[in-house]
C-alpha cells in the first residue's frame, strides 16, 4: 500500500530563496503549457495532451534558461498535474456535472513540486540534498518503516512559508493478521465527534470552537483596516497563521483518534457520508464534513495497515430505529436520548446510531435476541446499561451522564410516549416490519409486546 510521510524542511536563507524559485518556475510552466492548451483549442480546435508537451521539453530547455535549471522530470510532474486537471474537468463533463475548466494558478495558490525519487532529490545522512540547492536540514520526527521503499518526494510550502517534503512510500501489503476479533459501529456527529456502539463517545475538542471566535476577531480587525496597509497585510498573516494552526490541531487529532480505532477494532462500519445531501442541508454540517472525510480516509488506511477493515453502511435513518428491537423510534433532531417505547432501551442518540450502524455492517440483530426468539419466547423486554454512562433514578426521571465527560447531563422521562401495543395487530412502528431491514432472516416476534406500560426499566450497574 501507499503512505505519505511529511517531514519539516529547515532550509537556511539562500536555499530559501532557491526554493522559491524552483516553485516559481514550476508555476509558470504550468500556466504557460495551461495557455498552449487553450490557445490551441481556441485557434485551431487542437487538443494538446501530456504527451505533446513532455516532447516539447527538451527544445524548450534549450533555449529557456529557468526551464533548463530546474529538475528534467519534476517538470514532467508538473505536466501531468495539469493533465490531470483536465482528466477531472472532462470527466465532470461527461457525467454532466458543474465542470470548472482548469485555471490559472496565482502566486499563493501553487504550492508544490513533485519530483521522482533519486531523480534531483535524496535523502543523505538525515539531509534532504535536492539538485541545484543542496542538502537541506530535515527533521525526522519519525523513522520511515522498514519495508519502505520511496517513490515520490514531494516539496511543499505551506501558507505560513515553512517547507516541508512529503515521501510517498510503498509498503508490502500486510495480509490479515489482525488478532482483534471485534467489531465496532462509528456514527459521526457534531455534538460529539463520534459515538462508539460500545456506549463510548468521543468528545468534539474545545479547541475548535475557541479557534473558531479567534478567527472571528482577527478577520473583524483585518476589515476595519485599511486596504494595502502594513496592517492590513499584517493581520492577513496572522490569519493564515491561524487557520494552519487550526487545520494542524485538527490533523493531528484525527491522526491520534483513527489510531486508536484502528489497534483497537478489527472491522469498523461507518456511515457511507452523502455529500450531496450534506451541502443542501445544514451548512455547519458541510464545514464538518470536510473533517469527517479526512478522519474516515485516516482510519480507512490505518485499519487496513494493521490488517482491519472499514466498511461503509448506508446512511440513511441509522437514528431512526432501535437497535435492541428494530423498532422505528422517530425523532427530531433536538432529541438527544434514545427511548425506545417498544422494549425500553435507553441509550444517547448518537450510541443508539452507533449500534444500529454496527448491525446494518453486520447483517444481523443482537445474538442474544436471535437465541431467545427462535426458542418462541418473547422475553420481557431487557434494558441494558450503556458502558460509559450511568443511570441513576431521580423518583419517576432518570439522570443519564456521560461519565466520559462529567458535565454534560441530561434529565429524560422513561415513561413511554406511545402505548405498547399488541402484536397480533402490530402498529406501522412494529418492530417486525423493520427487522428484515437489520439483516435477520426470520423476523422475530415483536419485543414490544406487552400488556403493560413499560416503565421502571432499569437496571443498576452493579
Ligand atoms: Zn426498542
Redesign the pocket.
Known sequence: MLLSFKYRLYPNTEQRQLLERTLEIHRQLYNDALTERRLAWEKKRVSVRYIDQANQLKTIRQFDMDAAWVNYTSIQQTLRRLQKSFDGFFRRIKAGEKAGHPRYKGRGWFKSVAYVYGDGCRWVDGRFYMQRIGSIRLFQHRPLPDSAKIKQAVLKRDGVGNWHVVFQIEIPDTESTSTLDSTVGIDMGLEYFASLSSGEQIDNPRWYRIAEAKLAKLQKMRARCKRGSHRNRELKRQIQRHHEQTANRRRDFHHKTSNKLANRFSTLYVEALNVKGLAMSHVSKSIADAGWRQFLFMLSYKAERAGGRVEQVDARGTSQ???????R?EKSLSVRVHN??????VAPRDVAAAQVIAHRGSGRTDPRRKESHSQGVCHS?RPRVVAGSSLRKLGEDVTFRRLTLGFVSTTISLTPKVKPHSCRQPPRSC?RRYIPRLGLAQAPAC??FSSEPVSRLITFPS
Open positions: 430505529y432501535c437497535p435492541e428491537c428494530g423498532g423510534v425506545c417505547p417498544h422494549c425500553g432501551y423486554p418492530a419485543p414490544g
